[in-house]
């Protein structure tokens, strides 16, 4: 598939079907994950994955959205801003570097035939309990993470000349 297929073909998958996912393709998954780029290499990030049956209620704390935990999988992206590139001016990357990975998760789901969510709206405090996070590592995103049981809608995006400025603001 070519990447700007690929790219219009993901979107936010909101409804699940029950169906596991493959171990082969959860590790295809995290391999391209592990492999998406991070300022200077230092790959100061950690994913948790979590099997959702029977963690209903303790995933529902972290995210109260019934499809959440419709997914067999749900995956944490995880920064650790103590082994993270900082910036002269003093900008860590470790958030950075998460979104990164996040996106080569979701990209390689969906090349997969799996379907994502990419969730920012979450408890963190209850992320933290929940899933034993320590304090000095920052959950940043979850995504469920199944086989779609719905369709994509139409892709709604502002004009590409809206967003692109040339050599100068």
Known sequence: M????????RYSVRSYKADPVENDKLQLVLQAARLAPTA???????????????RESGLLRIYNRPWFVQAPVAICICAIPN??????DGTNYSDVDAAIVMDHLVLAATDLGLGTC???????????E?????????????????????????????????????NHW
């Open 2 to 9: 070519q990447f700007i297929e690929l790219a219009t073909k």
């Open 40 to 54: 200077a290499n230092r790959q100061a990030f950690r994913l948790i994955v979590i099997l959702t049956k029977n």
């Open 83 to 88: 082994e993270a590139w900082v910036r002269l």
């Open 118 to 128: 990419w969730i920012g709206a979450f408890d963190p405090i209850a992320a933290r």
């Open 130 to 166: 929940v899933l034993g996070i320590p304090e000095q590592v920052n959950p940043i995103a979850f995504t469920p993470l199944g086989y779609p049981a719905d369709q994509p809608p139409a892709k709604k995006r502002k004009n590409l000349d809206d967003l692109v400025k040339h």
